[in-house]
């Protein structure tokens, strides 16, 4: 079983940054790809920004694009969402999601999920 834990989250003004860190534990971790999804209240899970484990491969979301960036340390297991220029628009609960087999934009592609993280901006 793979545990994933997301931390970094908090209030922050509109043009602000904030650092989200997802720290994966559990048996011999070696995901396909790592991603990132949020949701906001009355809305939909929306996909935020994945990262293929070993090659590397990024994508990201329309609504983020240019403003996030998705890393990754393999020593600790850990993937993070750097997000800079926040808007209002970016309030969500964050989560992280692990892949063992696929990777992309659709949440059913990922098997494990953090509990998730709030992000709040105010304008």
């Known amino acids: 079983q793979v545990q994933l834990v997301e931390s970094g989250g908090g209030l922050v003004q509109a043009g602000g940054s904030l650092r989200l860190s997802c720290a994966a534990s559990?048996?011999?971790?070696?995901?396909?790809?790592m991603g990132w999804f949020r949701q906001a209240p009355g809305k939909e899970r929306e996909f935020v920004s994945c990262?293929?484990?070993?090659?590397?491969?990024?994508l990201f979301g329309d609504s983020v694009k240019g403003r996030f960036t998705i890393s990754r340390d393999n020593a600790k297991n850990t993937v993070y969402l750097q997000m800079n220029s926040l808007k209002p628009e970016d309030t969500a609960v964050y989560y992280c999601?692990?892949?063992?087999?696929?990777?992309?934009?659709?949440?059913?592609?990922?098997?494990?999920w953090g509990q998730g993280t709030q992000v709040t901006v105010s304008s």
């Open positions: 999601a692990a892949a063992t087999a696929g990777w992309g934009n659709l949440a059913s592609s990922y098997d494990y």
């Open positions: 990262r293929s484990w070993n090659r590397g491969r990024t």
């Open positions: 559990g048996r011999t971790f070696s995901p396909y790809a």
